[in-house]
């Protein structure tokens, strides 16, 4: 770490677990190194920090991607490797290990080694490791990392970054696009405010584009994209934080799956302010086999040959809470500061573009999904990344 010239940390969800985020951030400035994060580690830096490089892997980021796969040396924290948050293992789209040099840091040994080799393998806790590494440490000496062309490239691909995602995030469209909603649902929100997400789009949006500055503020589902997980996660973090603003954000097809909860708010009176992202189906699963299959069924939700919703403003007002509904990007910001200053449950619902050229979030990374035979070009492209997989 004292001689590496692009060091990176990788954090995962051991590092919230363990709240190292203070020494994550600590080693971080040491060493004038990025943080990239993974889906479950989002929040283990302040996303506003100079340092932070945004998330890893599939439906992440292009500047944490790029990043961490030009490490001279990567330090993991807390972090399993998954496919998810690897990009299946591809070579060089997240991660090049070798040549890239491994210190992996977790509390579990089982994890060290197991996908990538590792060069300093250390079990422990995350925290108290990253301790004795600041310590064992001491001062880096040389100046500021400021002053160094690898600070200059992390600012680079920062803002590379940044530029690429307003496209979708500052559209005026109408409909909206759902990253514009994202956006516009933040701006009403506190800094410390808690958002839990469970799959499909709105689980991808929220990880590229919400701005977490801390841990345990972005509670998901994770890889697994559990639909439903949404409102009776969000239910649990508000009876955990009672002080925090909490803010369940669904896509209408997840939030189907266990709206009745919203009878567990009322009864409570718990202000947890539900957002639904209304685009009329499961538009991720229908990219998904429009993708790899030629063609979506079922997940269209569709009446007379029209997109179908539920009204669910009255759904809302059945079920006795504050509830609205918006279709124009200017009125979502205080739609929801009514809804959070309303003092109980709230639910607003907000109609997003379910064209799936600006749905969902920007591609990154690569997932390793096996695609029929009979679907040549996409199936060449699939078995090209598979042969370029690191542990296979």
């Keep these: 770490l004292r001689t ?126 990253l301790e004795d590494l600041l310590a064992a440490l001491g001062s880096r000496g040389g100046g500021s990392y400021r002053e160094t062309a690898w600070f200059e490239e992390i600012q680079r691909r920062k803002a590379a970054w940044l530029d690429q995602i307003e496209v979708k995030s500052g559209s005026r469209a109408r ?25 499909g789009l709105p689980q991808g949006m929220v990880k590229q584009r919400w701005v977490t500055r801390a841990p345990r503020t972005h509670l998901t589902s994770g890889g697994f994209s559990t639909m439903g997980f949404e409102l009776p996660a969000a239910i649990g973090a508000r009876l955990a934080r009672p002080d925090r603003q909490v803010l369940a954000i669904a896509g209408d097809g997840s939030f189907l799956q266990t709206m009745q909860e919203l009878a567990t708010v009322a009864m409570l009176d718990l202000p947890v302010c539900t957002v639904v992202l209304d ?15 030629g063609r979506p069924a079922w997940t269209d939700f569709l009446r007379g040959g029209k997109p179908y919703s539920p009204d669910f403003r009255a ?21 929801v500061r009514r809804a959070l200053a ?12 379910r064209d799936l050229a600006v749905a969902g979030p920007d591609k990154t990374g690569w997932w390793d999904v096996p695609v029929p035979e009979r679907h040549a070009e996409s199936r060449a492209e699939q078995l090209e990344g598979r042969a370029e997989e690191q542990h296979r």
């Design 4 to 129: 590496a010239a692009r060091p990176v940390i990788v954090a995962g969800g051991g590092a919230i677990t363990a709240d190292a985020s203070d020494a994550v951030t600590a080693l971080a400035e040491r060493l004038g190194a990025p943080v990239v994060t993974t889906w479950n580690g989002k929040g283990a830096i302040d996303e506003t920090h100079e340092l932070a490089a945004h998330t890893i892997g599939d439906t992440a980021s292009t500047c944490g991607n790029a990043l961490a796969a030009s490490a001279d040396v990567l330090l993991s924290v807390g972090n399993r490797f998954t496919d998810w948050s690897a990009s299946s293992w591809r070579r060089g789209v997240t991660f090049a290990i070798p040549p890239t040099r491994l210190i992996q840091l977790d509390i579990d040994p089982r994890e060290i080694g197991k996908n990538y080799p590792v060069e300093v393998p250390l079990v422990g806790d995350a925290r108290a490791g």
């Design 175 to 199: 409909p909206m696009t759902m990253a514009r909603a994202v956006r516009e649902v933040q701006a009403a929100t506190d800094p410390d405010a808690i958002v839990v997400t469970g799959a």
């Design 279 to 293: 685009n009329s189906g499961w538009i991720s699963i229908k990219g998904g086999q429009t993708t790899f299959f």
């Design 315 to 335: 759904i809302g007002d059945a079920f006795g809470i504050h509830s609205e509904l918006v279709d124009d990007p200017d009125d979502v910001c205080r739609a």
């Design 342 to 353: 309303s003092g109980g449950p709230s639910l607003v619902t907000i109609r997003v573009d």
